[in-house]
């Protein structure tokens, strides 16, 4: 068993292939992150006359690794990347294998590769992934961004241009979680010309996937998971390149009758066809980002060490309570255990919430205590500030809090939101301590919710 302490994350953000900027889908209501919008419309090479002797469909989708979900960071192409990686794998071993995203960001960038920003280019990182290797997911979890309310750089989330290096990625792990890397070597990078007829070639040989890049215009990129990118989105993307973003997927078949590639995206499954979509031929053809067309190949056998991670985390307790004290703060303390931890990264935060309806405190009944605008620019967040909590050393399988505490500020407790509300309506006031699991499919997932009453301050202290 250990304690689990703060977990500081070192990372970096992208403006081109997959970065820093949030896109909001109208239809859906999803947050999605995409690079900056640059112009990639070329003059097309699609010429069905040179596919006659090749079968009209090819879908490799039971051969895909489940759909994963980038979260709120700016890392589709390192999840294009792994996509690609999980999928030559599992047609050499028969079975799903989960590579970890933060492992191949966190060796790519320790190269210099866009450290100050969250993204990359697959083109970037397939080549640091036959040099340096793989690591299972379990080994080494995908992190939450660090520009999250109660994270280690929530200041910096309204101007990361003046983020330091530390919030964009992960530090590689130590010697004793690399000594389970799975070597690289067996791997061959395939660069394919950027011809839309080769890569259909391509996969109807090989039986490969392919990494591509491509322009989003939200207008295209139904929630259906039908996509498109034609001259008219392509024309509203340019007199407005912040509605647009670029983003990477993996192709992994076409349909030459329907003028359709199939491909996995890594926005969770509620997106699309559970995660898949389509795009149509031309739109691959005529606005894909030169030199991304990139696949890899296997050149001997393939072998993963076993992955020690179990199927689900095991809370026994979680046992928050809170205090105000005599500085100011208000102290929250958690007590509690968690077994089988491998591959999962924790997040407790804790905030001030409001009864509005009487019965046992509950979400139906409570809501969160929130700052004016004024005073949101001032602390970055509301009533919120995080206990993080890993298991990405490998020691063991167990993560416990035993008297963890972390405080909410006295100049936060100090403003005049909750001054009011500590004056007026005391007898509302409640504590929300929530205790949330992150993983590289589900994002965040509520593991337990528990609402505890603020205590005053001891006699002792006044």
Same mark, same amino acid.
């Given at each position: $068993?250990?304690?689990?302490?703060?977990?500081?994350i070192t990372a970096l953000v992208l403006l081109q292939g997959c970065g820093d900027r949030s896109s909001g889908n109208g239809k859906s209501?999803?947050?999605?992150?995409?690079?900056?919008?640059?112009?990639?419309?070329?003059? %097309?090479?699609?010429? +069905?006359?040179?596919?006659?002797?090749? @079968?009209?469909?090819?879908?490799? #989708? @039971?051969?895909?690794? +489940?759909?994963?979900?980038?979260?709120?960071?700016?890392?589709?192409?390192?999840?294009?990347?792994?996509?690609?990686?999980?999928?030559?794998?599992? /047609?050499?071993?028969?079975?799903?294998?989960?590579?970890?995203?933060?492992?191949?960001?966190?060796?790519?960038?320790?190269?210099?590769?866009?450290?100050?920003?969250? %993204?990359?280019?697959?083109?970037?990182?397939?080549?640091?992934?036959?040099?340096?290797?793989?690591?299972?997911?379990?080994?080494?979890?995908?992190?939450?961004?660090?520009?999250?309310?109660?994270?280690?750089?929530?200041? &910096?989330?309204?101007?990361? =241009?003046?983020? +330091?290096?530390?919030?964009?990625?992960?530090?590689? @792990?130590?010697?004793?979680?690399?000594a389970r890397k799975i070597d690289g070597k067996f791997l061959e990078t395939v660069v394919l010309p950027h011809n839309t007829n080769e890569?259909?070639?391509?996969?109807?040989?090989?039986?490969?996937?392919?990494?591509?890049?491509? @322009?989003?215009?939200?207008?295209?990129?139904?929630?259906?998971?039908?996509? #498109?990118?034609?001259?008219?989105?392509?024309?509203?993307?340019?007199?407005?390149?912040? =509605?647009?973003?670029?983003?990477?997927?993996?192709?992994?078949?076409?349909?030459?009758?329907?003028?359709? &590639?199939?491909?996995?995206?890594?926005?969770?499954?509620?997106?699309?066809?559970?995660?898949?979509?389509?795009?149509?031929?031309?739109?691959?053809?005529?606005?894909?980002?030169?030199?991304?067309?990139?696949?890899?190949?296997?050149?001997?056998?393939?072998?993963?060490? +076993?992955?020690l991670a179990a199927q689900k985390a095991v809370l026994g307790s979680f046992t928050p309570s809170s205090q105000e004290m005599g500085d100011?703060?208000?102290?929250?303390?958690?007590?509690?255990?968690?077994?089988?931890?491998?591959?999962?990264?924790?997040?407790?935060?804790?905030?001030?919430?409001?009864?509005?309806?009487?019965?046992?405190?509950?979400?139906?009944?409570?809501?969160?205590?929130?700052?004016?605008?004024?005073?949101?620019?001032?602390?970055?967040?509301?009533?919120?500030?995080?206990?993080?909590?890993?298991?990405?050393?490998?020691?063991?399988?167990?993560?416990?809090?035993?008297?963890?505490?972390?405080?909410?500020?006295?100049?936060?407790?100090?403003?005049?939101?909750?001054? /009011? $509300?500590?004056?007026?309506?005391?007898?509302?006031?409640?504590?929300?301590?929530?205790?949330?699991?992150?993983?590289?499919?589900?994002?965040?997932?509520?593991?337990?919710?528990?609402?505890?009453?603020?205590? %005053?301050?001891?006699?002792?202290?006044?």
């Open positions: $068993m250990k304690n689990s302490g703060l977990l500081f209501g999803n947050k999605f992150v995409l690079g900056a919008f640059f112009d990639t419309e070329s003059e %097309g090479t699609f010429n +069905p006359r040179s596919l006659q002797n090749i @079968p009209r469909t090819v879908n490799l #989708r @039971p051969d895909m690794t +489940p759909v994963k979900n980038q979260s709120d960071r700016g890392t589709c192409t390192f999840f294009a990347s792994i996509a690609l990686a999980e999928a030559i794998f599992k /047609k050499s071993l028969k079975r799903d294998v989960n590579f970890s995203e933060e492992y191949l960001s966190a060796i790519t960038k320790a190269e210099g590769h866009f450290s100050f920003q969250e %993204g990359s280019f697959s083109s970037i990182n397939i080549p640091e992934l036959v040099s340096k290797g793989l690591m299972l997911e379990s080994d080494w979890p995908y992190r939450p961004s660090t520009f999250g309310k109660g994270y280690l750089c929530e200041n &910096f989330a309204g101007n990361k =241009s003046r983020a +330091p290096q530390e919030c964009f990625f992960a530090l590689p @792990p130590e010697n004793h979680i690399q890569i259909i070639k391509y996969i109807a040989r090989e039986r490969n996937p392919i990494v591509v890049g491509l @322009p989003v215009n939200f207008t295209g990129w139904a929630n259906t998971g039908i996509t #498109r990118h034609d001259s008219n989105l392509h024309a509203e993307c340019l007199n407005n390149p912040s =509605s647009c973003g670029m983003h990477e997927v993996l192709i992994y078949g076409y349909d030459l009758v329907r003028k359709v &590639f199939f491909f996995k995206n890594s926005w969770g499954k509620t997106w699309g066809q559970e995660g898949h979509g389509e795009i149509d031929i031309n739109s691959v053809d005529k606005y894909a980002i030169r030199d991304s067309f990139i696949s890899l190949r296997a050149r001997g056998t393939l072998r993963v060490p +076993p992955d100011g703060t208000i102290q929250v303390t958690v007590n509690g255990q968690i077994r089988n931890t491998l591959g999962y990264v924790f997040y407790t935060s804790s905030g001030l919430a409001k009864i509005t309806k009487a019965g046992a405190p509950q979400d139906s009944n409570t809501e969160m205590v929130s700052l004016t605008s004024e005073e949101a620019a001032q602390f970055g967040d509301t009533f919120v500030r995080a206990i993080w909590s890993d298991n990405t050393d490998g020691s063991g399988e167990t993560v416990s809090w035993d008297n963890q505490q972390v405080s909410i500020s006295s100049e936060l407790v100090a403003s005049e939101t909750a001054q /009011k $509300m500590l004056a007026a309506e005391r007898n509302k006031l409640i504590v929300r301590t929530t205790l949330f699991v992150h993983t590289d499919t589900e994002k965040f997932k509520v593991l337990k919710r528990v609402y505890h009453p603020l205590r %005053g301050i001891a006699p002792a202290q006044r």
